[in-house]
């Protein structure tokens, strides 16, 4: 039990289809991410949200829409998705505000576009 | 600015020897430095961290890093690698606000029955 936790873990859809990614972290943090991982690719960070505020949007394509609707959830909404962005998607959590602290991952979900 | 670089993709070394991951990173302020482990088809688990305080950190698993300001490296080890060890680990590079961390490239180890 890692504190974050992600669902679905394996995901399969197609390009034309509309899906969600959920979030969910009970360690009373403030600040919540997204990260991308690619295979033989950099972690990449896609969306930060502190006290529920985006606070960062790495020119992430607008297929990818997050949403928090409060502190301890945190959605990725998909759709219309190409084949390249299949990839490990991670969420994390830190302390936020004025004392980040470290990362928190959960297991990511593995997501597969046909 | 603040990036991080880890030297060499990917290390292998034999079971029972010496463990040595390679992290240089640079920063315009006082950094606070982690490695994270990452087994497959999982997420990233903490390591070890360095938030100013003892340079020499040790963290779970028998693993430790050194903190050098001198050289901007962090370099990770371990004294006598097990099995158990094969993952990839990610050092990283935060100042401790504005919720950003820095990854570097990953570091794929291979241990040697």
């Known amino acids: 039990e890692t504190g974050v936790t992600q669902t679905p873990r394996h995901l399969v859809m197609g390009m034309t289809n509309k899906k969600s990614l959920k979030c969910e972290q009970h360690?009373?943090?403030?600040?919540m991410y997204w990260y991308k991982q690619s295979a033989k690719k950099p972690l990449e960070l896609m969306f930060v949200?502190?006290?529920?505020?985006?606070?960062e949007n790495n020119s992430v394509p607008s297929r990818f829409s997050p949403e928090c609707p409060n502190s301890s959830h945190l959605f990725l909404h998909l759709h219309t998705l190409q084949p390249e962005d299949s990839a490990l998607y991670l969420c994390?959590?830190?302390?936020?505000?004025?004392?980040?602290?470290?990362?928190?991952f959960g297991e990511g979900s593995r997501l597969t576009v046909l | 600015a603040q990036s991080v670089t880890q030297l060499g993709s990917h290390v292998s070394v034999s079971e029972g020897a010496l463990v040595l991951l390679r992290c240089n990173y640079s920063?315009?302020?006082?950094?606070?430095l982690f490695w994270y482990v990452q087994y497959p088809n999982q997420g990233l688990q903490l390591l070890l961290k360095?938030?100013?305080?003892?340079?020499l950190v040790k963290g779970i698993n028998g693993f430790e890093a050194e903190f050098k300001k001198s050289e901007t490296s962090f370099h990770l080890t371990k004294p006598s690698a097990h099995m158990s060890d094969a993952a990839e680990y990610f050092c990283?590079?935060?100042?401790?606000?504005?919720?950003?961390?820095?990854f570097g490239t990953g570091t794929s180890l291979t241990v040697i029955p």
């Open positions: 994390a959590s830190s302390l936020g505000g004025a004392n980040t602290g470290e990362l928190f």
């Open positions: 360690l009373g943090h403030n600040a």
């Open positions: 949200y502190n006290f529920k505020e985006q606070t």
């Open positions: 920063s315009s302020v006082p950094p606070y």
């Open positions: 360095y938030t100013s305080a003892a340079t």
């Open positions: 990283a590079v935060s100042s401790n606000t504005g919720n950003q961390f820095y």
